[in-house]
């Protein structure tokens, strides 16, 4: 996907969901590119519960169509990104009334960028990444126990990765009568810049440096995602969960 904005910052994107060792993908990831304006999508179904992948379809479209009507010619606003993701969760919490469907649950997070800004929003422990200034963050706190025994300075960040409580998640879409996103932006962005969205069964395979050392040798989004896939799939764990991702660059 190619969109160039009116500051003639050309926005190129690459989009991958994987399947893993587990018999349904309960990932889904959303694209779409307006003029001068792009949105991306990723929303992981939780394992363990009935109709994961409905309930990530579900957030993933109402998120994505929600910032295509509401959002303006910068992005969107805080308020307006986090009435998408409230709206979402209405969208799943209706869902979970049909037979078979009850608890079922996801996590999301977006990225919207145009004009030379980006907004994102996110609930659960799918990431986004930022690549700026020569520097890679997770600019995404995973709503997560174990993120929180990192925040207490019981483990470090890589350790999330492998503890044992890392998919023990303390918000989701669809888990509450209102969700409580993280929220930033519009913030200015240059060329140059990169952003990855990605699921858990992705981003607890790579490192930090791992993400960011095929971000060096990559001369295009495809290829930086191909990249990391191939490291994903060589850590040969034959039921690892499924892995989205998304990678953006400006």
């Known amino acids: 996907m190619i969109l160039e904005d009116d500051m003639f910052m050309q926005i190129t994107a690459y989009a991958h969901t994987s399947q893993g060792g587990r018999p ?23 394992g363990g519960h009935h109709k994961g992948d409905t309930a990530s379809r579900m957030a993933a479209e109402a998120i994505l169509g929600g910032l295509r009507q509401e959002m303006g ?23 979970q009334k ?35 200034n020569g520097s890679l963050i997770s600019v995404t706190k995973d709503h997560s ?5 990192y925040l207490f300075g019981e483990i ?7 503890d044992q409580d890392r998919s023990a998640l303390l918000r989701a879409i669809g888990g509450e009568q209102r ?34 050392d095929s971000l060096f040798e990559a001369p295009s989004p495809e290829a930086w995602a191909k990249a990391m896939l191939a490291l994903w799939e060589s850590r040969g764990n034959p039921n690892r969960d499924n892995a ?7």
């Open 73 to 95: 010619p910068d992005g969107p606003s805080q308020e307006t990104m986090g009435n998408v993701f409230q709206q979402a969760n209405h969208t799943v919490l209706e869902g």
């Open 145 to 149: 126990l174990s993120f929180k025994k």
């Open 24 to 46: 349904v993908n309960e990932d889904t990831v959303k694209v779409w590119a307006g003029e001068k304006q792009g949105i991306f999508v990723v929303a992981d179904g939780l």
């Open 156 to 162: 470090s960040w890589e350790d999330i990765r492998e």
């Open 98 to 132: 049909e037979e078979g469907h009850k608890d079922m649950m996801t996590t999301a997070v977006a990225l919207a960028i145009g004009h030379g800004k980006a907004s994102w929003g996110y609930v659960g422990d799918s990431r986004l990444y930022h690549f700026s």
């Open 179 to 212: 969700c409580l996103p993280g929220l930033a932006g519009p913030v200015e962005i240059s060329e140059g810049d990169a952003f990855l969205l990605c699921s858990d069964g992705f981003w607890e395979y790579l490192s930090t440096d791992e993400i960011k």
């Open 244 to 250: 989205s991702l998304i990678t953006v660059f400006a």
